[in-house]
Antibody
Framework: QVQLVQSGAEVKKPGASVKVSCKVSGYTLTELSMHWVRQVPGEGPEWMGGFDPEFSEKVYPQKFQGRVTMTEDTSTDTAYMELSGLTSEDTAVYYC??????????WGQGTLVTVSS | DIQMTQSPSSLSASVGDRVTITCRASHSISSLLNWYQQKPGKAPKLLIYAASSLRSGVPSRFSGSGSGTDFTLTISSLQPEDFATYYCQQSYSFPRTFGQGTKLEI
């Protein structure tokens, strides 16, 4: 059973960066393809990027390219998502999620990021 | 990008009803379609993967069907705990995309 525990809520000013963590237990991070999904309140989920095992590389949608960085610390089985150049439109709940067989089977509890001056 | 369109966007139903939610992809996605249930303040929960495979532990009243561009999620007999928002999502190509959601209300 995979468990994903995320870091706590953040409040950031416009232009700042935020780094959200996702601690894995039950599996090692190297056994998982980790992805990040965000959800603006009242809207549907939006995929922000993740690991493509077919090509062994991270894939990001064009919308976030250059602004999002996903990293891993395999010594602590913790994944990170850093988003820079924050605006009010980045206010959302951010989730990590595993994709082992082309579906997001386990999710973190979510981290609310609020961008406000 | 593959666009996913769900209908209806909201649905009123009663306990015991049979309900069907539809998801249409802008391009063929074979059977690489997943369904999630989300309750307020919670992360989405996987119900159905690969269009029709029921995730272990999910009640058998949930079922999925379809291939290509047209898919359905059916709940055979609504239970009180089923009132939630449902999303489809394609895993055929990157970027992964979700439908806009169907809110199931009493």
């Amino acid at each position: 059973q995979v468990q994903l525990v995320q870091s706590g809520a953040e409040v950031k000013k416009p232009g700042a960066s935020v780094k959200v963590s996702c601690k894995v237990s039950g599996y090692t991070l190297t056994e998982l393809s980790m992805h990040w999904v965000r959800q603006v309140p009242g809207e549907g989920p939006e995929w922000m990027g993740g690991f493509d095992p077919e090509f062994s590389e991270k894939v990001y949608p064009q919308k976030f390219q250059g602004r999002v960085t996903m990293t891993e610390d395999t010594s602590t089985d913790t994944a990170y998502m850093e988003l820079s150049g924050l605006t009010s439109e980045d206010t959302a709940v951010y989730y990590c999620a595993t994709d082992r067989q082309l579906h997001f089977d386990y999710w973190g509890q979510g981290t609310l990021v609020t961008v406000s001056s | 990008d593959i666009q996913m369109t769900q209908s209806p966007s909201s649905l009123s139903a009663s306990v015991g009803d049979r309900v069907t939610i539809t998801c249409r992809a802008s391009h063929s996605i074979s059977s690489l379609l997943n369904w999630y249930q989300q309750k307020p303040g919670k992360a989405p929960k996987l119900l159905i993967y690969a269009a029709s495979s029921l995730r272990s532990g999910v009640p058998s009243r949930f079922s999925g069907s379809g291939s290509g561009t047209d898919f359905t999620l059916t709940i055979s007999s609504l239970q009180p705990e089923d009132f939630a928002t449902y999303y489809c999502q394609q895993s055929y190509s990157f970027p992964r995309t979700f439908g806009q959601g169907t809110k199931l209300e009493i």
